[in-house]
């Protein structure tokens, strides 16, 4: 059977490419084509400093700061990274006319002391959609993984439970093994998907500090899964500058706008690119930061463009995840 390339981060929705020879014009729906990476392994990503490449030469002419941070890149780069999954409790959740038991599911980072483990719930039917998805689109890869079945009765007690939590664990680890599985849109969204919906909610409906706190958590756990492509992260790091901005935190709102245009470097043709180019000259201007290299860099793209809709970047974030 053929197999599905790699999550590319866009939802279902799939937008028309303008073709060039060059590879900075093609949208972030392609990119995958053109870098072909490990997925076991973290890509190097350029340096946030205006005209600094990743493969930069570390004898030039470069500060104690961006030398050192050549060379944690480099490390970086060549660094292993591993996701490790465990269960350690559920719940039993009543509800006026339901019933269900949640599984606590804990992702942490391997490799290096992670700080930022994350936390999410998740049903029995979440695992059970998400292995039927995974039949269909990797069935040779998961014809021999067994899912635990359901029970008619005794699935709140306490045996049962701890069954399936030891079983759901052994079977993310497994999912996490398996190349393909691990890099596909609809293993990454079984994980990450509620919550950003949540967030994203959130953000539509005016409540930013809510929307905000989400969206932290939810980046954090991206930033985990998708090392293969730092450039999946652009969206919620963009809806994180637009709650700081609207909560008037400017300067927060500057640094997640920069780690946002680190992973865009490449791909200035990406739908986020001016929208985030102009939020940012607005900030550095009230900030009172230089922005006149990325209002050269806006003029440029605009230039290339040619005649374009303007949207703002809180337009397009709250366009994310309606159903």
């Given at each position: 059977m053929e197999r599905s390339q790699p999550y590319s981060g866009k939802g279902d929705q799939q937008e028309g490419i303008d073709v060039t020879t060059e590879v900075d014009t093609v949208d972030e729906d392609d990119y995958e084509t053109l870098m072909p990476l490990q997925p076991t392994q973290e890509l190097s990503e350029p340096a946030i400093l205006s005209g600094t490449q990743s493969s930069q030469d570390p004898n030039s002419s470069m500060t104690t700061k961006q030398l050192q941070e050549y060379w944690r890149n480099e490390k970086r780069s060549c660094r292993e990274v591993k996701v490790l999954f465990e269960i350690p409790s559920a719940r039993i959740v009543e509800k006026p006319f339901t019933k269900y038991v949640t599984y606590q599911i804990i992702i942490i980072q391997t490799g290096s002391f992670d700080c930022n483990k994350s936390v999410i719930e998740r049903r029995y039917s979440d695992f059970e959609k998400l292995h039927a998805n995974l039949l269909t689109e990797f069935y040779d890869e998961m014809e021999d993984i067994v899912f635990p079945k359901k029970c008619l009765t005794g699935n709140f007690t306490e045996e049962i439970i701890l069954e399936r939590k030891l079983a759901f664990q052994d079977y993310l680890r497994l999912l996490y093994s398996m190349e393909y599985v691990r890099t596909s849109r609809m293993f990454i969204s079984f994980l990450i998907r509620p919550e950003l919906e949540e967030a994203y909610s959130c953000l539509r409906g005016g409540q930013y500090t809510k929307a905000l706190n989400v969206f932290l958590e939810a980046v954090a756990l991206q930033e985990k899964l998708t090392k293969h492509r730092p450039v999946l992260?652009?969206?919620?790091?963009?809806?994180?500058?637009?709650?700081?901005?609207?909560?008037?935190?400017?300067?927060?709102?500057?640094?997640?706008?920069?780690?946002?245009?680190?992973?865009?470097?490449?791909?200035?043709?990406?739908?986020?690119?001016?929208?985030?180019?102009?939020?940012?000259?607005?900030?550095?201007?009230?900030?009172?930061?230089?922005?006149?290299?990325?209002?050269?860099?806006?003029?440029?793209?605009?230039?290339?463009?040619?005649?374009?809709?303007?949207?703002?970047?809180?337009?397009?974030?709250?366009?994310?995840?309606v159903h």
């Amino acid at each position: 059977m053929e197999r599905s390339q790699p999550y590319s981060g866009k939802g279902d929705q799939q937008e028309g490419i303008d073709v060039t020879t060059e590879v900075d014009t093609v949208d972030e729906d392609d990119y995958e084509t053109l870098m072909p990476l490990q997925p076991t392994q973290e890509l190097s990503e350029p340096a946030i400093l205006s005209g600094t490449q990743s493969s930069q030469d570390p004898n030039s002419s470069m500060t104690t700061k961006q030398l050192q941070e050549y060379w944690r890149n480099e490390k970086r780069s060549c660094r292993e990274v591993k996701v490790l999954f465990e269960i350690p409790s559920a719940r039993i959740v009543e509800k006026p006319f339901t019933k269900y038991v949640t599984y606590q599911i804990i992702i942490i980072q391997t490799g290096s002391f992670d700080c930022n483990k994350s936390v999410i719930e998740r049903r029995y039917s979440d695992f059970e959609k998400l292995h039927a998805n995974l039949l269909t689109e990797f069935y040779d890869e998961m014809e021999d993984i067994v899912f635990p079945k359901k029970c008619l009765t005794g699935n709140f007690t306490e045996e049962i439970i701890l069954e399936r939590k030891l079983a759901f664990q052994d079977y993310l680890r497994l999912l996490y093994s398996m190349e393909y599985v691990r890099t596909s849109r609809m293993f990454i969204s079984f994980l990450i998907r509620p919550e950003l919906e949540e967030a994203y909610s959130c953000l539509r409906g005016g409540q930013y500090t809510k929307a905000l706190n989400v969206f932290l958590e939810a980046v954090a756990l991206q930033e985990k899964l998708t090392k293969h492509r730092p450039v999946l992260l652009v969206p919620t790091l963009c809806a994180i500058v637009v709650c700081h901005n609207d909560l008037e935190d400017s300067r927060s709102a500057y640094e997640f706008g920069e780690k946002a245009l680190l992973r865009l470097e490449k791909y200035p043709g990406h739908r986020y690119h001016l929208p985030l180019l102009e939020t940012m000259i607005s900030l550095a201007y009230e900030l009172g930061k230089d922005f006149v290299s990325l209002q050269e860099k806006l003029e440029e793209r605009k230039a290339r463009k040619g005649q374009i809709r303007a949207v703002t970047l809180k337009e397009l974030a709250v366009q994310e995840y309606v159903h």
